[in-house]
């Protein structure tokens, strides 16, 4: 059995009830209802492409999101029932998927930010995450904030970039309180050997999943 189906099933999650997508570094998300189910998990049936989030307001419902260093951001609204993952690279994190990923919930669904809980998962460290001076220019560009925030300069010439709290930032903006954004405190890169990380093995190693959703 894939590994992703036994996964689910550990978890008791109906993987015709789980929904996938195919992560392009950009920011598009995607609303999906429960003809979905199934897609990127079921044998045949193709993931959402070209898609780094996933938002959906059927109770039963799973979403499904793979990382390696990358940060699984998962959201739920209790009030309404409404659930979201989001992958956020530096790319998206730069183009700020976090805050649209809340903004698309408001409109699909009229959810109120203010009862948004949000938990950033496994996710590397700003301590293990080097980057030179491109990754910078580009924030530069992009980013709302301050880069100052969440680059630390190092003495080679590189930065330490903090793409936890750079999500942080940004959650807080789009309204969701800053009380009910979690984190696991899990660096992917110093755990790779419960996780898995991009920066620590290679491109090529696996990618562990986040999966959220509420019960039928
Ligand atoms: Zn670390």
Not at 10 to 18: A, E, K, M, N
Not at 53 to 65: A, D, K
Request: charged share 20%.
């Amino acid at each position: 059995m894939p590994r992703a189906r036994l996964f689910l099933q550990r978890h008791q999650i109906d993987p015709h009830r789980t929904v996938k997508c195919r992560l392009s570094h950009g920011t598009r998300i995607t609303p999906v209802s429960l003809s979905d189910g199934g897609r990127g998990i079921i044998e045949g049936r193709e993931p959402i492409d070209a898609t780094d989030g996933l938002i959906t307001s059927h109770p039963g419902l799973f979403l499904y999101l793979i990382t390696a260093d990358c940060l699984p951001v998962l959201v739920v609204d209790p009030v309404q029932r409404v659930v979201g993952i989001a992958h956020a690279g530096w790319r998206g994190t730069a183009a700020d998927i976090a805050g649209k990923l809340i903004r698309q919930m408001q409109m699909a669904y009229h959810v109120d930010p203010a009862h948004i809980h949000v938990l950033i998962g496994p996710a590397i460290c700003s301590q293990c995450y080097e980057v030179g001076q491109d990754v910078r220019d580009v924030f530069q560009q992009q980013f709302a904030f301050d880069p100052k925030l969440i680059f630390s300069s190092k003495l080679n010439g590189k930065f330490d970039l903090d793409l936890i709290r750079a999500n942080r930032l940004q959650l807080q903006a789009a309204g969701v309180p800053a009380a009910q954004i979690f984190e696991t405190g899990i660096c992917t890169k110093e755990y790779s050997d419960r996780y898995y990380s991009v920066r620590a093995e290679g491109l090529e190693t696996g990618r562990f999943a986040s999966v959220i959703g509420f019960t039928a």
